[in-house]
């Protein structure tokens, strides 16, 4: 079967990603997306090798953009005001591209090098922010776990709708920050 004129990767990968913010990472099956591009299942095959392949590239489209996305925000900016900048990236990552932002939290598979390498670039971003408060080697990734894990139990609050109360999401997310900030200055005299 020849490839369908004006069907690539690209293409494919673009329909997954909406299918994914729109529905949630788990609709992404290689049927939904054949349906929205209006073509049977097989000719996707054309063009990937499975729904294991799409899933990784939508992984890796993730982690990279997530990583543009924390980069931008901590250029020119160091340590603290890098973290805070930072953070807010990632919440409106996790905001405005909800299933991608669902792809960046599996795990990497060991034998796909580069998503190991592009989460890789997220983590080193934010160790460079935690040597500013004196934090290297095991010391930093003990911090930069924590990072992960308050901004994404902070992101997944906010998208259950656990939030209920009338207050700023924005404020509380920016009194988290600090106080996380003021722990790493007393982790670092420990």
Do not use: W
Not at 40 to 61: A, D, F, K, V, W
Request: charged content about 20%; some cysteine; glycine content about 8%.
């Amino acid at each position: 079967m020849s490839p369908r004129i004006g069907m690539d990767k690209q293409i494919i990968v673009t329909a997954a990603v909406e299918i994914a913010d729109a529905e949630g990472l788990e609709s992404v099956t290689l049927a939904r997306v054949a349906e929205k591009l209006g073509v049977r299942s097989p000719s996707l095959y054309n063009h990937i090798n499975g729904l294991q392949e799409l899933r990784m590239q939508l992984t890796l489209l993730a982690l990279n953009r997530l990583h543009a996305a924390m980069a931008a925000a901590a250029e020119g900016n160091p340590g603290e005001e890098a973290l805070r900048r930072i953070s807010q990236a990632y919440v409106n990552f996790a905001r405005m591209q909800p299933g991608l932002y669902e792809a960046v939290l599996r795990s990497p598979d060991p034998a796909e090098d580069r998503v190991g390498e592009a989460a890789g670039t997220i983590v080193r971003l934010v160790q460079q922010q935690m040597a500013f408060f004196g934090l290297n080697g095991d010391a930093s990734l003990h911090a930069v776990r924590g990072f992960r894990s308050m901004l994404h139990g902070f992101a997944e609050l906010e998208r259950a709708g656990g939030f209920g109360l009338p207050l700023d999401l924005d404020t509380t997310l920016e009194l988290m920050i600090e106080a996380f900030c003021r722990g790493l200055a007393a982790y670092k005299r420990t």
